[in-house]
C-alpha cells in the first residue's frame, strides 16, 4: 500500500477527461494534476520543446513526492514518454490513441484517428497504426483550433461546430464507421462529435484504457491507495480561469488550485 498522491499532467484542461475516469477506478488514490497553461496547444510544438516541458512538470511532480505519473496528454506521451522513462526512476503511464479498440471494432475497415497536429505526424502513432491496425485504412486526422477553444470552457460555440464539420464529415463519405479521439481535450466535445457522425461511427476515447492501465501498474508495483487524502490542481497560466474551467467540466466542487511557474527554455 502507498497513500501518496499519483502525478497527471496535460497541456491544460484535456486532461480532466482522463483524470476522471482514474477517479471512478481508483477512488482511494490521490492526484496532483498540472494544468500547463502557458504552453498550451502542446500540438504544434516539436519533440525538443515537448521534452523540456514534460522534464519540467515531471520533476514538480516528483519534488510533491508523487508515486507514479500519469501522462494525460497523448501529444506529450507520444514524442516523450521513452525519453522520460529512460530520465525519471518512478511508473509513467501514458496516454496513446485507442488503435486496438477502432481496429477490432470497425466493419469497413476504414477508421481514423482525430488527434492534435503533433500526434498525427508522430512516428509513434505510425508504429501503433503498424502494429494493431494491419489491413485497415487510417486516415491521421490533425485537428487545429480546438484545444484552445476547449480551455475556454464554451464547449458548445458555433465556432467549435464548423471546425467538428470541416475535420469529421469528410470521414462519411469515406464510410469511416470507427473513431478514434486522440487528443484529451476532444472527450468533452464527444455530444457534439456524436450529433456530426454518431449515427454512422462508433467515437471511442482513451479515458478508460488509461485508468485500467493505471490499476495495472499500481498494483504490480504494490503501490495502490488505500486511505483517500486531498487533491490538488496547479495552472502554469491563469489560476482564477483554470478554477473555473474545474468547475465547468469536472462539476462544481470546492479545489485546491494554484499557481505553478515552470523552469523552461524554449
Ligand atoms: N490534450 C493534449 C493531447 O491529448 C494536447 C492538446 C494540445 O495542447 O494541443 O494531445
Partial sequence: MNNQPIGIYDSGVGGLSVLREIKKLLPKESFIYVADQKYVPYGGKTTKELHKLSSAIISFLISKEVKAIVIACNTSTV???????????????????VMKTIANITKTKKTAV???????????????INKFAKGITVYKIGGTGL????????????????????????????????????????????NQVEELVGDTMQIVDSGGAV?????????????????????????????????????????KKKRSVDHLILKVNL
Avoid: M
Fill in 147 to 190: 484545444e484552445e477553444l476547449v480551455e475556454e470552457g464554451n464547449i458548445r460555440s458555433v465556432k467549435i461546430k464548423k471546425i467538428l464539420e470541416k475535420f469529421l464529415l469528410p470521414l462519411k463519405a469515406k464510410q469511416v464507421d470507427a473513431i478514434a479521439l486522440g487528443c484529451t481535450h476532444y472527450p468533452f466535445l464527444r
Fill in 211 to 251: 485508468s485500467r492501465r493505471t490499476r495495472v501498474i499500481l498494483i504490480n508495483n504494490k503501490i495502490l491507495a488505500n486511505k483517500k487524502g486531498k487533491d490538488y490542481y496547479y495552472t502554469t497560466g491563469d489560476r482564477a480561469k483554470f478554477a473555473k474551467a474545474l468547475n465547468n467540466l469536472l462539476g
Fill in 79 to 97: 514524442h516523450s514518454i521513452s525519453y522520460l522513462r529512460k530520465k525519471f526512476n518512478l511508473p509513467i503511464i501514458g496516454t496513446v490513441p
Fill in 114 to 128: 482525430f488527434s492534435t497536429p503533433a500526434t498525427a505526424k508522430s512516428p509513434y502513432l505510425t508504429k501503433l
